[in-house]
């Protein structure tokens, strides 16, 4: 789950972690209010949207397509560019190499006061997969996307690991800072900074922080000028007040649906729906869809505690999708018993008017019980014995080129 | 042989007493899993009936492990106290000899894991399998042992080991050994999160040293780069031949794909990346997944193991 930049922004300074001032705007009225209130002649307006490259992108008028303004983040220089640009950018669609090119409506902005950068540097703490262990990356080189740094100047990139019980060491903050170049009050102001970050990370459950730019103003002050948050989802159950910064407008609907029923989709763009058991045995349908020359058209695993419900509603979800042509069901009975896949399959068909040809491959747990139900329905649904068969024959049946 | 768990290992359940312990805990015992004890706080002296067996009741792992001299753990308790639920058992293993945890609990937050896994590593002699996995399994003659939810019928004792990080992808790969009438040593499921116990080089390894383990079937996913470093060491240090498959490759970058590990993040982490590693490492390659018997065929027949 992520956040957006102003949301990030009050856990930092809740955390003690040094920001500009900045005021949460949704109108034009309110971005000139703010740029009364913060008394600063230079601001940022910036989009807020969860994606990133949000500088770069360009802004179009949702209903003509026309385009608006280029950059989703603007240095305003008066209180006229306030105006102008927070009219460019609320209500408007913002593309960022991030969004596709669907892109985000921007429904929120930040307006922010100006600081005087000396050094750009970039920040992140994350989750090392390999060490099992938190990681702090720093680089000189901020303002800049950090996979194309990792590419071109690897040695701009600095690390330390936290260990798990006893958290960041003294000296590797130091070195850290050491190695960015920062010394007397920029550096100590770093090492507090690291510590701050790490705390917020711990005690909030993230997954992510990530700073970019991270600035030395021109008085050696260290301000993070960007926050990107990630929140670890699997820890909402003790983190009762993420209902209040989740942005529901940020996320899919179709997705939050499919969750709540403790279904995991994700769309695509092609036009054979899966409904499969397992994330792994999802994602290789998908992959095998493909293989005999078809389109998959989402991701979706019923997961292991699916019910009868459960399943018409993923039917549902699959066909509200108008490029679906066809779907193929692949169940690998462990827990969940093919028989009661199968029945399920006959309801949610009959309950949706399904027009579509359908593949069902089972195996596993009761798979001929839940074969022989769908051969005796009257609905012409086409059994298979293994996923490349049934693969093969959905994409066959919407008339693909295999 | 098999690997870490087999017919002789005496098991303990956490959680047994609630719903998905009792359900997996009978599945077990009816496949002649030798269930000694469980455990849940505050009904120690109870005993659950697991498929007509009475299992006794411990209020915590320190005294199930010394009263029942346990190696094995099977976790299902609710995510939010299966962290716990490691340390406890890890601390009481250690104390007794060392052993096996399987936590098969899905959602522990990925803070906890760390803190957990690096418990568990403080002890030489315990290791961790999952969370978020379908457990280990070690066919035996009548029955094994089944430490886990995978559907035990579908298993044969054999001679090829599985190890993956997708539950039904596991039970797809040991249908293909079964499809070309191989039975398996052990499979593991290792799990889909970012943060987990044992890993594939651990369970390579483990199989590289099986005397009854000919060949390997591993499943890998996107997202790390776990597929990689074990493609590495395969091609340094394994003798018997690897048959992969990664699945997601149409996996969209940036998307999770239903597990907590399962996405690709700054272009790194794709499946044609770990695909490529596989190769370069001499790993017979599946890109489908019900090819993986036909695969495993041609390398056993290449290794002088089957004639056809």
Known sequence: MNIHEYQAKEMFREFGVRVQEGVHCRSVSDALAAYDSLGSEIVAVKSQIHAGGRGKGILYNPESGEEVMKGGVKIAFSREDVEEFSRNICGNLLVTKQTGQEGKIVNNMYIESGCDIDHEFYLAILVDRDRKSVLV?????????????????????????????????????????????????????????????????????????????????????????????????????????????????????VE?????????????????????????????????????????ANFLDIGGGATRESITAAFQIILEDENVEGILVNIFGGIIRCDMVAMSVIEASKELGLEVPLVVRFSGTNHEEGKAILDSGEISIHTVSSLSEGARKIVDLIGGDS | MAIWIDEESKILIQGITGRQGTFHGTRMVRYNTNVVGGVTPGKGGQEVDLDGCQVPVYNNMKEAVSETGADVSAIYVPARFAAAAIHEAAEAFNENGGGLIVCITEGIPTLDMIRAVDKVNEFEKVRLIGPNCPGIISPGLDGGCKVGIMPAFIH??????????????????????????????????????PVSGTGFIDCLSAFEEDPETVAVVMIGEIGGSAEEEAAEWVSENMSKPVIGFVAGSTAPPGKRMGHAGAIISGG?????EKFAAFEK???????????????LVGALIEAGLRES
């Open chain 1, 137 to 253: 990356m720093a680089s000189t080189e901020g303002g800049m996307d950090i996979e194309e740094v990792a590419e071109k100047n690897p040695e701009a990139i600095h690390k330390i690991w936290a260990d798990p019980s006893l958290g960041l060491r003294d000296d590797d903050c130091a070195s850290l800072s050491d190695s960015l170049g920062l010394s007397g009050p920029s550096s100590k102001q770093m090492i507090e900074m690291l510590n701050s970050l790490y705390a917020m990370f711990i005690e909030k459950d993230c997954s992510m922080i990530e700073i970019n730019p991270l600035v030395r103003t021109k008085d050696g002050s260290m301000v993070a000028l960007d926050a990107k948050v990630g929140l670890d989802e699997n820890a909402n159950f003790r983190h009762p007040w993420r209902d209040e910064v989740r942005d529901l407008s940020e996320e899919e609907d």
């Open chain 2, 268 to 272: 790194k982490g794709t499946a044609s």
């Open chain 2, 281 to 295: 490492a001499g790993i017979y390659v599946a890109r489908d997944p019900s090819e993986i018997g036909q695969v």
């Open chain 2, 156 to 193: 044969k004792k054999g001679r090829i080991g599985i190890v993956s990080k997708s539950g039904t992808l596991t039970y797809e790969a040991v249908a293909q050994t079964m499809s070309v009438d191989e039975g398996q040593t052990t499979c593991v499921g290792i799990g889909g999160d």
């Open chain 1, 256 to 296: 939050i649906r499919a969750n709540d029923l403790g279904l995991s989709y994700v769309k695509l763009d092609g036009n054979i729906g899966c409904l499969v058991n397992g994330a792994g045995l999802a994602m290789a349908s998908m992959d095998v869809i493909k293989l005999y020359g078809g389109e998959p």
